[in-house]
């Protein structure tokens, strides 16, 4: 939640090009869960069910679950610890539906793309028996229409056979808001670094109680980001439509600042370069856990 900004994918031609029209920001300013994997070939703990798979064409009408999307049949999500199962990152080979508790109808679908043009992360925090409860990039509603109540995370149900295993998520990554620190948190629950931060100034604050993922990484010129690329989380504001003003949805993100130290952003969290790249170098799928 700086202001608008073009985003520059550096993978792909493609991507930068699609980027251009974007204008995607990125702010300046109950454990269920069982530690099973959510792969096919892991055993299933819940009855089967007559799953009726949909058509690509079906899938492809459905609502995309999207950075600045707002998609009522999702889930909120208010975990607020790391989930066992968030050890591994996946991805997604085509778009696939995403469902609701009931599991009946789908409401919205999962993109094997993301914005950048670059494979989608995918991150379960549940499984049962072939579903998997994963975290979504969209929200599930705006703040502005629920009084300021909405969940700055967004979940949904998903098939586990759809899920490519992707890699090893050793480390998370837990925000203080009022220490005003990031820390890189081991698989043993021991601090690795920790490092100073600028938070939510007092109207437009950092969410807190919550648990996301860093969904994607870029660098920005339009917001002088041309060393230490921006990390998007999946989470959003969950006190302001667009605290900034933009149209990125009311992104949290972790970026480079010279002064990082205060209550000073529209929720996003600041940190100097040394802190950035520690970020930066940890995998695509990393937790990011935000406490009060």
């Known amino acids: 939640m700086t202001r608008t900004r073009t985003v520059r994918a550096t993978s792909t031609t493609l991507a930068a090009a699609l980027l251009l029209t974007l204008g995607l920001t990125a702010c300046t300013a109950q454990d269920t869960t069982t530690s099973t994997k959510p792969s096919a070939s892991s055993s299933a703990t819940a009855t089967a069910d007559p799953y009726a798979a949909p058509s690509a064409a079906q899938v492809a009408i459905l609502p995309e679950a999207r950075y600045d999307a707002v998609i009522g049949g999702l889930l909120p999500y208010y975990g607020s610890t790391v989930p066992k199962v968030a050890d591994e990152s996946y991805t997604i080979s085509a778009d696939a539906p995403l469902y609701g508790d009931d599991r009946s109808k789908p ?12 494979p989608t992360v995918v991150v379960p925090v549940q499984v049962s028996g072939d579903w998997a409860m994963v975290l979504t990039p969209a929200r599930q509603a705006l703040p502005s229409a629920t009084k300021g109540g909405a969940a700055a995370q967004s979940a949904a149900w998903i098939r586990r056979d759809l899920l490519r295993k992707s890699g090893a998520l050793s480390d998370h990554v837990v925000i203080a808001v009022g220490k005003q620190t990031v820390s890189i948190v081991g698989s043993d629950g021991k601090t690795v670094k920790e490092f100073q931060a600028g938070v939510g100034a ?4 950092t969410p ?11 660098l920005d010129p339009a917001q002088d980001q041309t060393v230490h690329p921006i990390q998007l989380t999946t989470l959003h504001s969950a006190a302001a439509d667009e605290p900034y003003g933009g149209k990125d949805g009311g992104l949290i993100g972790v970026h480079y600042q010279s002064v990082a130290r205060g209550a000073v952003s529209h929720g996003c969290v600041r940190l100097d370069g040394d802190a950035v790249d520690a970020v930066n170098a940890l995998p695509l799928g990393t937790v990011v856990q935000i406490v009060a």
Do not use: E, S
């Open 208 to 218: 807190t109680g919550v648990i996301g993922y860093i969904q994607a990484r870029y």
């Open 202 to 205: 007092g109207g437009t604050p």
């Open 107 to 118: 409401v919205a679908r999962l993109a094997a793309k993301n914005f950048l043009d670059q």
